[in-house]
């Protein structure tokens, strides 16, 4: 079946910027995952890069089309916990845009990321007065400083450098689930939601 064909009776869902959006960003937080302090620079741009999409993102939520909007998939718990025990269940109804739970999962993995970048910011501007919250330095020191006392924490050990990595680590942990997800709703709806990230096309309702 060529690509024409598959095309026939499909309709596009996901714009240019969300699908450039979505693999930059995996890409980037994926290098700044893997890097630290052997790839210290490499792993600042690419958080720089990571706070810089998401806060597009975020962006693009009021401005772009209507599947990659807010108003589109944004809903109350309730809601995204009964899609997720009905996708569980080979129940739940499809969703041409983002589902209830693929929705929360968005706000959750753009919250993690904004947390991983902010922390790390500030990470940077303690430890070596750089970044763009360099000019506060002295000010975010002596914060982390006063906290390590109250918690009992030497210099070398715990402090914004593990809230830093913990956020991180939660954040990669909610990226399985991500992928876990859209794989047993690529199965439960029968159709390839990777590749429908890729061309932007899906099938209607």
Sequence with gaps: MNTESLQQGQIKVWDLFVRVFHWTLVA??????VTEDEAMAL???AGYLVGGLVLARIIWGFVGPAHARFG??????????????????FRARRHVGHSPA???MVLVLMAGCLLTVW?????????EGKGPLSWQAPVIAQALADDDDREGHDDNDGGEGDLHEWIAHLTFLAVLFHIAGVFLAGIVHKENL???????RKRPE
């Design 102 to 104: 693929g929705g929360a």
């Design 72 to 89: 589109d998939f944004v809903c109350g718990p309730f809601k995204a916990w009964r899609y997720l025990i009905d996708l569980i269940l």
């Design 43 to 45: 792993h600042v741009w």
């Design 119 to 127: 922390t790390g910011m500030e990470l940077y501007a303690a430890e």
């Design 28 to 33: 980037a937080f994926a290098v700044a995952y």
């Design 194 to 200: 990777v590749r429908a990230m890729i061309t932007g």
